[in-house]
């Protein structure tokens, strides 16, 4: 598919999806871009900074996929956008996140908004293969990382265990995947 202009996308999810609330009065409370060609592990990512806010969408992931993967991609980076510059909480995939994709998912069948895209990657190599393997200590579930990422814990214990909040013992212990 063609690249097209996000902004017109972004308004009509806007409207469709957040009553409005990205864009009180027609101007969006974020900027939007499509990526230089060098974002190519990623769909797109929802950044905010001391002067800026913005969602990017990779170009060299999406251009070939139908436009239901934009659109998924988009709204995913916009309920990013939603909890954070509406709600004003802070979390990642957490319950107001999963709330709110779980709406947009029940109340249409255009696109599925996911927490992980399952995008083919460009010239995806053995080095692009996951090298750690992050495992629960309590639970044992175990999930496949390309870097090791420090104060990860467990999203179902810690919902289990600790109502939800992040706790120490949770921590995944990340090794070497074989």
Do not use: K
């Not at 609330?21 to 230089?36: E, F, K």
């Not at 190519?40 to 929802?46: E, K, L, N």
């Amino acid at each position: 598919m063609p690249i097209e202009p996000l902004l017109p996308l972004f308004h009509r999810l806007d409207r469709e999806h957040f009553e409005g609330t990205l864009a009180p009065g027609g101007h969006a409370l974020v900027s939007l871009r499509w990526s230089d060609g060098r974002m190519t592990r990623t769909a797109g990512f929802y950044r905010r900074g001391p002067d800026l806010c913005e969602i990017v969408l990779s170009r060299p992931l999406l251009e070939p996929l139908p436009r239901e993967a934009v659109l998924s991609t988009l709204c995913h980076e916009m309920i990013h956008a939603w909890v954070d510059r509406v709600l004003q909480r802070r979390e990642v995939h957490g319950p107001c996140f999963r709330a709110r994709m779980a709406a947009i998912n029940a109340a249409q069948d255009g696109f599925v908004v996911r927490l992980r895209h399952s995008y083919p990657l460009p010239g995806a190599t053995d080095a692009a293969a996951p090298r750690w393997l992050a495992r629960c200590p309590r639970c044992g579930s175990s999930a496949p990382y390309r870097r090791r990422v420090r104060g990860l814990a467990c999203r179902h214990c810690c919902q289990a265990l600790h109502g939800g909040r992040w706790h120490a013992s949770c921590l995944l212990e990340f090794e070497a995947a074989r």
